[in-house]
């Protein structure tokens, strides 16, 4: 059975994430700087945010991410799902550079 081209994900996409670092500092205002535990603040971009509440963990392959102020919480890829409205697959697919390849 063949699989669509939208439904695939290669077996190693974990490996092919970005680097959450390179990842926030490029869909987020103002990263502050990473603390000692590898976490950072940011302003959060779910909820009218004027000061940093969002903590986004740069240290780490998953690269999570927490806001105690609004609730949203979740990894790298949750974090991308919720911001570009995709689905799963295609928000790994996204995050890879794999789109629109069969």
């Given at each position: 059975?063949?699989?669509?081209?939208?439904?695939?994900?290669?077996?190693?996409?974990?490996?092919?994430?970005?680097?959450?670092?390179?990842?926030?500092?490029?869909?987020?205002?103002?990263?502050?700087n990473?603390?000692?535990?590898?976490?950072?603040?940011?302003?959060?971009?779910?909820?009218?945010?004027?000061?940093?509440?969002?903590?986004?963990?740069?240290?780490?392959?998953?690269?999570?991410?927490?806001?105690?102020a609004?609730?949203?919480?979740?990894?790298?890829?949750?974090?991308?799902?919720?911001?570009?409205?995709?689905?799963?697959?295609?928000?790994?697919?996204?995050?890879?550079?794999?789109?629109?390849?069969?």
């Amino acid at each position: 059975m063949s699989r669509s081209p939208s439904t695939y994900l290669p077996k190693d996409w974990h490996d092919r994430l970005p680097d959450p670092a390179n990842y926030y500092a490029q869909h987020l205002d103002k990263l502050g700087n990473i603390a000692s535990d590898g976490w950072a603040m940011v302003p959060c971009p779910f909820h009218d945010d004027h000061s940093p509440s969002l903590r986004v963990r740069l240290t780490s392959r998953k690269g999570a991410y927490h806001c105690p102020a609004c609730g949203a919480h979740g990894d790298m890829v949750a974090f991308h799902m919720a911001r570009t409205e995709l689905p799963f697959k295609e928000a790994v697919r996204d995050l890879i550079g794999f789109r629109g390849r069969a």
